[in-house]
């Protein structure tokens, strides 16, 4: 029986489509169709939805996908939508904020109130949420700097949990916590610049963004972690793949760690591409690149 059949059977009492086209819901604009789609922003639920899910059926929750890629063939399975979108004060240092939220809108939440240590949230695509689980970063702070904790429903049992720094296992892009689905997390900076410090930070942050990586383009942001002691953009250029093409996906001439899509790739022009460069690499250096784009 079909996951949508099986789907259908449990008469649940919630909104969702069948045999979605993932490419027309994804940052890169690729991949094949998701048996169902399923769309909440309600904590209760989104944990009653999933505590009825057989566990044996794959359950994918997604923020605006940037560093996601589903192949050609599609995702068997569920895919959750979030839509947690508050954000408010807790007091003069501290913000609660939806896992669903743009990271560089928290960055602007945070300026505004005059919190700092959100500046490089400004750059980074995606949510909170994402951020959360490979603990995302750049120019040299990463969530984990500014994480106090986190609300996340449990994939099989539907149980909501509070979940403290010490216990997401924070390494470099990446947390130990898995089978979660984020719905909030409370997040701390400090007030040791005033807010026009802050916006002049973020400014020359997305200036320095502008300059060194692709714009206007489909791209999944950065396709490598770097490897300790080297740039990724580094080892991919030294082994000859700046601005390789195959099919419509290529590397970007202007950052070699980005894989662009010209409108006309398919997702495993961009597996091929992500492959190659691991394969060349490996060779050449005897360094395994880690891959911060997740294929599903």
Not at 63 to 74: A, E, F
Not at 86 to 108: F, H, P, Q, R, W
Not at 137 to 154: H, K, P, R
Request: glycine share 8%.
């Amino acid at each position: 029986m079909s996951i949508v059949s099986r789907i259908n059977n449990l008469d649940l009492p919630y909104k969702y489509q069948a045999n979605v086209s993932f490419a027309h819901n994804s940052w890169f604009g690729v991949g094949g169709l998701c048996d169902i789609l399923f769309k909440t922003g309600d904590v209760k639920e989104l944990s009653e939805f999933v505590s009825r899910i057989p566990h044996d059926i794959k359950v994918l929750p997604i923020g605006v996908t940037s560093n996601l890629l589903v192949r050609d063939k599609g995702f068997n399975g569920i895919i959750i939508k979030l839509k947690f979108l508050e954000m408010s004060l807790i007091d003069d240092y501290t913000i609660k904020v939806g896992s669903s939220i743009l990271d560089a809108n928290v960055a602007k939440f945070a300026a505004e109130n005059g919190i700092s240590g959100f500046e490089f949230l400004y750059t980074i695509p995606g949510t909170i949420g994402g951020a959360i689980s490979m603990n995302a970063g750049c120019y040299n702070s990463e969530l984990s700097d500014i994480f106090i904790s986190a609300i996340g429903v449990n994939r099989f049992s539907g149980e909501m949990k509070s979940f403290s720094k010490n216990e997401m296992g924070f390494s470099y892009r990446n947390s130990d916590v898995k089978d979660v689905i984020w719905v909030s997390a409370v997040l701390q900076g400090d007030r040791l610049k005033s807010k026009k410090e802050i916006y002049e930070t973020m400014d020359e942050f997305h200036a320095q963004r502008l300059d060194s990586q692709p714009k206007s383009c489909k791209t999944g942001g950065s396709t490598f972690c770097n490897p300790e002691g080297h740039r990724a953009w580094k080892l991919i250029d030294d082994v000859g793949l700046r601005g390789y093409r195959i099919g419509g996906a290529c590397f970007s001439n202007k950052h070699c760690n980005f894989i662009i899509n010209d409108q006309s790739a398919k997702a495993q022009d961009i597996i091929d591409l992500i492959e190659l460069a691991e394969k060349r690499v490996f060779e050449k250096f005897g360094i395994r690149l880690h891959r911060e784009i997740v294929i599903i």
